[in-house]
């Protein structure tokens, strides 16, 4: 399975984005999917994570909580993250990652800046 992140970019603070991670298979049989963020120099931190169904389970960085929602769309084979109120402090580059049965996958990443 591949994953292809897009819809990074530039963007002033206080405004929004939303990622999205197409995955080239089925990800219904994925137990979580999550975005990452790595600020160059540091390591990669979890910044959102969901389980499979309705109602599933979501856990978000503390940093993020409240202005960050993550989903998942199954027919679609997509995971997003919805951005809101962004502060320069989540300028980083964003990555997905789904953890299947068959495996665990990451996307490539996607830069998201925001300026000041």
């Known amino acids: 399975v591949q994953l292809q992140a897009s819809g990074g970019g530039f963007v002033q603070a206080g405004g929004s984005l939303r990622l999205s991670c197409v995955a080239s298979g089925s990800i219904q049989s994925c137990n979580s999917a999550g975005w990452y963020r790595r600020i160059p120099g540091n390591v990669r931190n979890l910044v959102a994570i969901t389980g499979d169904g309705d109602g599933a389970a979501t856990n978000y960085a503390d940093s993020v909580k409240g202005r960050f929602t993550i989903s998942r769309d199954n027919a679609k084979n997509t995971v997003y993250l919805q951005m809101n109120s962004l502060t320069p402090e989540d300028t980083a580059v964003y990555y997905c990652?789904?953890?299947?049965?068959?495996?665990?996958?990451w996307g490539k990443g996607t830069q998201v800046t925001v300026s000041s």
């Open positions: 990652k789904i953890v299947c049965s068959f495996g665990n996958y």
